[in-house]
């Protein structure tokens, strides 16, 4: 299915097979994220509003003048820049950490991706260890990252 043809309630109920707000939203999508089948995947499921802005306003315009690898990781910097502009507001104090973070996630989905990486086959309780994971390590890198420049 095409998300540029979609509004965005289409796309909520299409990636949490519920309307937005709707009972059960929530666990949907982490139900769906977690048990992806891909890194990709994981991002497909994970905060569908968020998603379709980003796949809408940024990835598609940036995938028609980059190479979609590149525009997926840039998708990922203007989203921890978003991140890290919230943080700012609220601490009122500069905010350099989803940036970082989320280019490594950015990194797992191209890398994924590069070396076909499908867990479909495995159980659900087996993708969202590994999705779990693969978050988990990149925040990891993140804040050992932190040590060193702070």
């Known amino acids: 299915m095409q998300r540029d043809a979609l509004s965005l309630s289409q796309y909520i109920v299409y990636r ?13 999508m982490f139900h769906r994220a977690f048990g ?4 990709a995947g ?9 998603g379709y802005v980003l796949g809408r306003y940024i990835y598609s315009p940036l995938q028609r003048v980059v190479p979609r690898p590149l525009a997926l990781i840039l998708t990922f910097v203007v989203c921890g820049a978003v ?9 009122g ?7 970082p ?42 804040l050992a990252g932190e040590c060193f420049i702070w």
Request: hydrophobic share 60%; net charge positive.
């Open 16 to 28: 949490n097979g519920v309307p937005a707000g709707a009972r059960g939203g929530l666990r949907n």
């Open 36 to 39: 992806a089948a891909t890194f």
């Open 42 to 50: 994981f991002w497909r499921h994970w905060n569908p509003i968020f």
């Open 83 to 91: 991140h890290d502009l919230v943080t700012m507001a609220v601490r």
């Open 93 to 99: 104090a500069p905010a350099f950490f989803f940036v």
């Open 101 to 142: 973070w989320f280019v490594l996630l950015g990194t797992g989905v191209v890398l994924g991706r590069a070396v076909g990486l499908d867990l479909s086959g495995r159980p659900w309780v087996a993708r969202a260890a590994a999705n779990l994971a693969y978050v988990l390590a990149c925040l990891a890198i993140t």
